[in-house]
């Protein structure tokens, strides 16, 4: 049977096709991975899966395989309730709500929260999420240029009703920091809410993976953090973590954490094992740091190759405009057998296209020094 609404579907899809930025699932590649947010490996490590056997044949006869319902129904337990205050007090916070997805956690917070009449700053280059948040919100939402604390300022000083400034501590196309002090101080002269997305900061970032708020002893001037279990901490997840309040009006108004069954008994053990693991992983976050150094300095020797920006963090960049022509390169490393993906605009803006290179604590100075030279040569 043929459906009228796939006319239209076709029509959007065949542009989409022509213009060249056409998504389309892949299967893991059997090659080096320099694609994964799994900065320090623990989707793969041996010892995480150990842990993870270990605390379910602890608890295992205690829970059901899957979680039954949301939270509000059949799902909720005290492991779920004791892993909440875990990590709430891992970074410094009164209290935390876990939702299925990083993406969950933005949606139900940014559409939930900020009500009619108030008005949400937010850096032009925050993710998705948060985006599809605002959208649902009855609230005004303005960006400010990226990283622009002059502009953001001025945005502050004219906006109405409640304010929230939004932001991400480590930006995922760019891999570069917010000016977390000076838009923390802002928030706080003008009685602002300030949220950050921690999401390439959890694992990571300050002392034990606590994040850049945490590392940075921000926390009283933050309203709300989120952090997410699906990149450095091998697992998945994510956690909304501020007052009291905050959560119960998350339990109460956040659609996506009430409306979605809870996540299972096997998740959230994984997420406790990961916590646990993290305060044994030292080797393993400064190898990460030597590697991006390595990288950098490496890049840095070959002037054909344009870096897209002064990334400290895990998450580099090789700017490449056109979706045709990073594709290319891309399709080219792979074939050097190096994981290297192309991001294409619209999920960029037309002209930002780049490769997005993600380094990690397990990849070797002989795959890095290769991975540059297979640059390189795609390039000349």
């Known amino acids: 049977m043929n459906f009228s609404a796939?006319?239209?579907?076709?029509?959007?899809?065949?542009?989409?096709?022509?213009?060249?930025?056409?998504?389309?699932?892949?299967?893991?590649?059997?090659?080096?991975?320099?694609?994964?947010?799994d900065y320090l490996g623990f989707a793969k490590s041996d010892l995480l899966k150990q842990k993870i056997q270990t605390f379910s044949g602890y608890l295992n006869n205690q829970f059901t395989v899957g979680s039954t319902g949301s939270r509000l129904?059949?799902?909720?337990?005290?492991?779920?309730?004791?892993?909440?205050?875990?990590i709430a007090h891992y970074h410094n916070a009164e209290t935390g709500l876990i939702f299925n997805s990083g993406f969950d956690a933005n949606l139900g917070l940014f559409s939930s929260v900020p009500q009619k009449g108030d008005?949400?700053?937010?850096?032009?280059?925050?993710?998705?999420?948060?985006?599809?948040?605002?959208?649902?919100?009855?609230?005004?939402?303005?960006?400010?240029r990226h990283n622009n604390v002059k502009h953001l300022t001025s945005l502050v000083e004219t906006a109405e009703g409640t304010v929230f400034i939004a932001v991400e501590s480590v930006y995922s196309m760019d891999g570069d920091f917010a000016p977390l002090k000076e838009i923390a101080e802002l928030a706080n002269r003008h009685n602002a809410n300030l949220i950050v997305d921690e999401a390439h900061s959890t694992g990571v970032f300050g002392a034990s993976g606590r994040g850049i708020v945490v590392d940075l002893q921000l926390e009283k001037f933050v309203f709300a953090r989120v952090y997410t279990f699906g990149k450095a901490m091998g697992c998945q997840g994510a956690i909304v973590v501020g007052s009291k309040v905050l959560s119960d009006f998350l339990i109460n108004y956040?659609?996506?954490?009430?409306?979605?069954?809870?996540?299972?008994?096997?998740?959230?053990?994984?997420?406790?094992?990961?916590?646990?693991l993290l305060s044994e992983s030292e080797e393993a976050t400064n190898e990460l740091f030597?590697?991006?150094?390595?990288?950098?300095?490496?890049?840095n020797k070959v002037k054909s190759i344009i870096s897209g920006s002064e990334?400290?963090?895990?998450?580099?960049?090789?700017?490449?405009?056109?979706?045709?022509?990073?594709?290319?390169?891309?399709?080219?490393?792979?074939?050097?057998g190096f994981d290297v993906r192309p991001i294409l605009s619209p999920t960029v803006p037309k002209g930002k296209e780049r490769l997005r290179i993600c380094i990690h604590s397990f990849n070797t100075t002989d795959e890095i020094v290769r991975l540059v030279k297979a640059i390189e040569t795609s390039l000349n």
């Open 6 to 37: 796939e006319i239209k579907m076709l029509e959007k899809l065949q542009r989409r096709e022509s213009e060249g930025n056409m998504r389309k699932l892949t299967k893991p590649h059997n090659i080096i991975d320099f694609c994964s947010n």
């Open 73 to 86: 129904l059949s799902g909720n337990s005290s492991l779920i309730e004791s892993l909440e205050s875990f």
């Open 119 to 144: 008005t949400i700053l937010f850096d032009e280059l925050i993710h998705s999420s948060i985006h599809n948040g605002m959208r649902i919100s009855s609230a005004t939402a303005i960006p400010f």
């Open 254 to 276: 956040a659609h996506s954490f009430i409306y979605t069954t809870a996540l299972p008994f096997h998740t959230l053990v994984s997420i406790k094992s990961s916590y646990d």
């Open 290 to 299: 030597k590697n991006i150094l390595l990288f950098k300095n490496e890049i």
């Open 311 to 336: 990334s400290q963090s895990p998450i580099q960049t090789i700017m490449i405009v056109g979706n045709e022509n990073v594709k290319a390169v891309a399709v080219a490393l792979q074939k050097a």
